[in-house]
């Protein structure tokens, strides 16, 4: 069985200020992490993912996450936000066998980019 | 970039009703995926769907959903006697295959609203 667990439904920040949403999961077996986003209306957008090697991984908007293995986290990080960031994220994990995937979303956690 | 379409938008059902969801997925994708999303919670996982059969469905998906790939390239989710808590956003998502892990892709979603 496999978790997702976002403590903080939501964040605001003030534009241009640092910002990082908090990700732990459980698995029993080697999972691959990954950071959604949804705009209001909108459907999911990948941000970034964690299959292997570097755990410093980088998406897209300036997006970055650190996959720490010892804590089981993979926090979600930006130096510098913007309010077109205003958004609902979702950490995510995945186990993969031989093409079949399942997707287990955390509870999503509400970034406000206040002006 | 191709992309996972879903129609319609925007469904209204009276309960009671039978509806149907529709998603064209990516078309050299092999995996196909419903999710479900009430209204402020997480993204749900429903149902797998890999060689004209369901691979994995969760407790959510009982008798009254059913999946059904009609022709090359439409992937459908039919609620029967639709229930007032079947109120929804309803995601389609598609992955490929072949060498190693292909991220899944999320169509925009059917917001399925049931009076």
């Known amino acids: 069985a496999q978790s997702v667990t976002q403590l903080d439904s939501q964040v605001p920040v003030f534009e241009e200020a640092p910002v990082e949403l908090r990700c732990n999961y459980s698995?029993?077996?080697?999972?691959?992490l990954f950071w959604y986003v949804q705009y209001p209306n909108q459907g999911l957008q990948l941000l970034l993912k964690?299959?292997?090697?570097?755990?410093l991984v980088k998406g897209i908007n300036g997006f970055e996450a650190e996959f720490n293995k010892s804590q089981t986290s993979f926090h979600l990080r930006k130096p510098s936000v913007h309010i077109s960031d205003t958004a609902e994220y979702f950490c995510?994990?995945?186990?993969?066998?031989?093409?079949?995937?399942?997707?287990?979303f955390g509870t999503g956690t509400k970034l406000q980019v206040i002006p | 970039e191709p992309e996972v379409t879903q129609t319609p938008s925007h469904q209204v059902t009276q309960m009671g009703q039978e509806v149907i969801l529709r998603c064209v997925p990516i078309s050299n994708h092999l995996y196909f995926y419903w999710y479900r999303q009430i209204l402020g919670q997480k993204v749900e996982f429903l149902v797998s769907?890999?060689?004209?059969?369901?691979?994995?469905k969760s407790e959510i998906f009982d008798d009254q959903f059913s999946v059904e790939r009609p022709d090359g390239s439409n992937f459908t989710l039919k609620i029967r006697s639709t229930k007032l808590e079947d109120s929804a956003m309803y995601f389609c998502a598609s992955s490929g295959r072949d060498r190693g892990y292909q991220p899944q892709h999320f169509g925009d979603g059917t917001r399925l609203s049931i009076l």
């Open positions: 995510a994990v995945s186990s993969f066998s031989g093409g079949y995937q399942k997707v287990t």
């Open positions: 769907f890999y060689n004209n059969e369901i691979s994995e």
């Open positions: 964690y299959l292997s090697g570097s755990t």
């Open positions: 698995s029993s077996v080697s999972v691959y």
